[in-house]
C-alpha cells in the first residue's frame, strides 16, 4: 500500500496566452482560449485549499502569467497563506509598476525566461521585437526590488552553442540561479524536433563545460541542468515520482499529476470545479495509478534504480510505445530504448549511439 503524504509544491497555469511563439513550448499543442480559464474567485479558492492541503510553494506560469489582470491579487492570496511564490514569466509584457504591485502582493521569486542568450537568437525563438532588451530590462528591475532572480535557459539546437554566454548573462543580472533546462520533447517540441534536435557531439560538449562551470561558480551562481533524456542512459526522476509530492493545475482546472499528463490518453482527470482538492490528490484514479511501485512492470519493479528514478517519465512511455506503464524509453534496460535514439534526425549520430550501446552490451 502506498503511503500518501502532503503535496509541497504546485505549478498553477493560469492562463495558456503568451505573446511569443516558441517552437518548444510545454503547453499542449490545443491551447485553451481565455474564456475557458478559471475566474479569480475559483483561483483563490483553489489556493486556499492548496494552502490547506500542505503546499509550501507555487510557481505561477503560462502561457504568459502576467496577461493576467488579477495576478497581484492571487499573489496576495497565497503571501496571507504563508504559501512562497515564484512568478515563471516571458517578461516582455512587465512594467515596472506591474512588477512593484506583484512585489508589494507579496511576491517572493521571479524566473524570466531567455530564448537564447543574444538579442538575436531571442528574437529569432520567440519571434517577439526587441524581447531580449526587455527582457534583461526586467530582470534589472527585479534586482533593484530585491526579488531574488532565476535566469531560465531552454536549450535546443538553435541556441546550444550560447550555454557559456548563458552563465555570463546570469552572472551580469545578478541573478541567484540559472536554469539551463534541455528541451523535452513532447507537444509543440516534438512536432518542431526536425529544427530543435541538437546533435549528439553539440549536447556532450554542453554537459562538459556546464560540470565544470558549475563547480568554478560554487556558493556565487546556483546552476541547475536538465539533462537531455534523448542521449540518457537512465531516466530522471520525473516530479520526484508520480504524485509523489507534487502536482499541477490548468488554465481551466484540470488538476495533473504532471505537466504533460494529458498527453495519457486513458487519464481521467479531475476539476478543482467540481471536487476538492484534497479528494483529488488522495483519491484520483489519475494520481494513484502510477504511484509507489505496485504499478511497475519488470524489469522497474526489480530494479536498483527504482527509489531513485521511480520508474521515470509516464507521458515520454506513452508516447514512444502507447504504453504509460512501459519501461521509460530512456532507460538503456527497455527493449523501446532504441526509439528513443532515434529522436535526433542526424543518421550518423543514430549509427554511432546505437554502436557505443552494443559496445556496452560486449562489455
Same mark, same amino acid.
Given at each position: 500500500m502506498t503511503t500518501i503524504g502532503p503535496p509541497l509544491g504546485l505549478l498553477a497555469e493560469l492562463t495558456h496566452r503568451c505573446p511569443l511563439q516558441c517552437g518548444y513550448c510545454s503547453n499542449p499543442v490545443e491551447l485553451l482560449k481565455a474564456n475557458r480559464?478559471?475566474?479569480? +474567485?475559483?483561483?483563490? %479558492?483553489?489556493?486556499?485549499?492548496?494552502a490547506q492541503l500542505g503546499i509550501l510553494q507555487i510557481h505561477l506560469s503560462g502561457g504568459e502569467p502576467t496577461l493576467r489582470p488579477d495576478l497581484d491579487r492571487l499573489i496576495a492570496c497565497l503571501s496571507d497563506n504563508g504559501v512562497y511564490t515564484n512568478l515563471i514569466t516571458a517578461a516582455v509584457t512587465v512594467t515596472r509598476d506591474k512588477l512593484? @504591485?506583484?512585489? =508589494?502582493?507579496? !511576491?517572493?521569486?521571479?524566473?524570466? @525566461?531567455? =530564448?537564447?542568450?543574444?538579442?538575436?537568437?531571442?528574437? !529569432?525563438? +520567440?519571434?517577439?521585437k526587441n524581447a531580449h532588451v526587455k527582457k534583461r530590462q526586467v530582470a534589472q528591475w527585479a534586482r533593484e526590488l530585491e526579488l531574488p532572480l532565476t535566469i531560465n535557459a531552454p536549450i535546443h539546437k538553435l541556441n546550444i552553442e550560447e550555454v557559456p554566454e548563458f552563465v555570463e548573462l546570469a552572472l551580469e543580472l545578478d541573478a541567484e540561479r540559472l536554469e539551463i533546462a534541455n528541451v523535452q520533447y513532447y507537444g509543440w517540441a516534438y512536432l518542431n524536433r526536425a529544427a530543435l534536435l541538437p546533435d549528439y557531439d553539440a549536447v556532450m560538449r554542453q554537459v562538459d563545460y556546464v560540470e565544470r562551470i558549475r563547480e568554478e561558480l560554487t556558493g556565487i551562481l546556483n546552476i541547475d541542468f536538465v539533462t537531455p533524456d534523448y542521449y540518457a542512459d537512465y531516466p530522471k526522476p520525473c516530479m520526484g515520482g508520480w504524485a509523489s509530492d507534487a502536482f499541477m493545475i490548468t488554465?481551466?482546472?484540470?488538476? !495533473?499529476?504532471?505537466?504533460?499528463? =494529458? #498527453?495519457?490518453? @486513458?487519464? #481521467? !482527470?479531475?476539476?478543482?470545479?467540481?471536487?476538492?482538492?484534497?479528494?483529488?490528490?488522495?483519491? &484520483?484514479?489519475?494520481?494513484?495509478?502510477? $504511484?509507489?511501485?505496485?504499478? *511497475?512492470?519488470?524489469?522497474?519493479? #526489480?530494479?536498483?534504480?527504482?527509489?531513485? %528514478?521511480?520508474?521515470g517519465? $509516464?507521458?515520454?512511455?506513452?508516447? *514512444?510505445?502507447?504504453?504509460?506503464a512501459a519501461t521509460d524509453p530512456t532507460?538503456?534496460? &527497455?527493449?523501446?530504448?532504441?526509439?528513443l535514439r532515434e529522436l535526433p534526425a542526424a543518421e550518423s549520430? $543514430?549509427?554511432r549511439m546505437i554502436g557505443g550501446a552494443r559496445e556496452l552490451e560486449k562489455a
Open positions: 480559464e478559471l475566474d479569480t +474567485g475559483t483561483w483563490v %479558492d483553489t489556493f486556499e485549499q492548496a512593484e @504591485s506583484y512585489k =508589494q502582493a507579496g !511576491l517572493d521569486h521571479i524566473q524570466v @525566461s531567455f =530564448q537564447g542568450a543574444r538579442p538575436e537568437t531571442t528574437e !529569432l525563438v +520567440g519571434h517577439y488554465p481551466d482546472g484540470h488538476v !495533473l499529476p504532471c505537466h504533460a499528463a =494529458q #498527453s495519457i490518453t @486513458s487519464l #481521467s !482527470l479531475d476539476k478543482v470545479t467540481d471536487k476538492p482538492l484534497r479528494d483529488i490528490w488522495e483519491t &484520483s484514479e489519475a494520481f494513484n495509478r502510477y $504511484r509507489g511501485f505496485e504499478w *511497475m512492470p519488470e524489469p522497474c519493479r #526489480s530494479c536498483e534504480r527504482k527509489e531513485i %528514478d521511480f520508474g517519465c $509516464r507521458c515520454q512511455a506513452f508516447a *514512444m510505445t502507447g504504453d504509460a532507460c538503456i534496460k &527497455s527493449p523501446y530504448h532504441d526509439r549520430i $543514430r549509427k
